[in-house]
């Protein structure tokens, strides 16, 4: 999604959009307080629903670099992972990785990107709460778009049946 980092840094000079997401981080004695878990969730299920995106942790509002401490950032990366697979429903299996970046006075910082691809499924939250990403904002949605199937896209001719998404056929159906 944001492949080299001319592409992250003219993504932060551009805003938060459709595609991307920028949160800072507040920490506990036990890990992150800020974003909630269940907010978070609904960041991931929101680009999930949509057409996927990134959420950039350590990066203010204004898309300034604000960073991650180099000693909390296991710990950030288990609390999404954590997230994913336990608050979003069907799990979400986000792509976390690191970017080293300066912030405004120069000094080395890093941040992390969560990417999340675009759901065969509809994604919810554990608290039920269906969410898509409409410009730069999660919204709820109420339809839940219901009428996506994992086959949106690809011609069905006759009986198909499906185990992950992956379209099982014989020759006489067509398929």
């Known amino acids: 999604m944001f492949e080299s980092q001319d592409q992250i840094l003219d993504q932060?000079?551009?805003?938060?959009?459709?595609?991307?997401?920028?949160?800072?981080l507040r920490f506990g004695r036990h890990g992150v307080i800020d974003p909630a878990a269940?907010?978070?969730?609904?960041?991931?299920v929101a680009f999930a629903n949509a057409a996927g995106g990134a959420v950039f942790l350590g990066v203010g509002d204004d898309g300034s670099v604000k960073g991650i401490p180099r000693d909390r950032q296991d710990g950030v990366e288990a609390w999404i992972a954590n997230i994913?697979?336990?608050?979003?429903?069907?799990?979400?299996?986000p792509n976390i990785r690191r970017q080293a970046l300066e912030d405004s006075a120069g000094s080395g910082q890093t941040i992390?990107?969560?990417?999340?691809?675009?759901?065969?499924?509809?994604?919810r939250t554990s608290g039920g709460r269906h969410y898509l990403r409409i410009g730069s904002t999660k919204r709820v949605d109420e339809v839940a778009h219901l009428s996506r199937v994992p086959?949106?896209?690809?011609?069905?001719?006759?009986?198909a049946i499906s185990f992950d998404s992956i379209q099982v056929c014989s020759v006489w159906m067509g398929c």
């Open 38 to 44: 269940g907010s978070m969730a609904g960041e991931m």
């Open 12 to 24: 932060l000079r551009a805003g938060e959009d459709g595609v991307s997401e920028f949160k800072t």
């Open 151 to 159: 086959h949106q896209g690809r011609r069905i001719s006759g009986i």
């Open 112 to 123: 992390m990107l969560v990417e999340v691809p675009r759901g065969i499924y509809v994604h």
């Open 84 to 93: 994913a697979a336990q608050n979003c429903e069907p799990p979400i299996r």
